[in-house]
């Protein structure tokens, strides 16, 4: 039988995605409040990562965004998206130790980064 970790959402993050997509979408807060059943307020709070949604919820915003569930919560990027991650494992796939390494230091810095732009 196959053991599952439990995998925390990232709230913060899940809010940025809400937010970048409705915004790629062209819509206002009160647009996609009103096509996923919402308030804009409690719209409002799930972009900001103030609050934590219900699996529906996020469900019915996904699809006001037609994007997918996965594309929504996760870290991936959407289906449509101009990343191919085949080519980045391609790329990755002929570095040395030395390009490598340098590479995962430099992804280090961007979640530093990122992590402190959150707070």
Do not use: C, W
Not at 98 to 116: F, H
Request: hydrophobic share 35%.
């Amino acid at each position: 039988m196959k053991s599952f970790d439990i995998v925390e959402l990232d709230y913060y993050k899940v809010g940025q995605n809400i937010r970048r997509f409705r915004i790629q979408s062209k819509l206002t807060q009160d647009g996609l409040s009103e096509r996923a059943g919402l308030s804009k307020q409690y719209l409002s709070l799930l972009e900001k990562g103030k609050k934590k949604g219900r699996l529906e919820i996020y469900y019915h915003i996904a699809l006001a965004l037609n994007v997918t569930m996965d594309t929504l919560i996760g870290n991936q990027a959407p289906l449509d998206s101009a990343i191919n991650h085949s080519d980045i494992v391609e790329k990755i796939s002929n570095y040395s130790q030395k390009q490598y390494e340098q590479l995962i230091d430099y992804m280090g810095y961007i979640d530093y980064a990122a992590d402190k732009e959150r707070k």
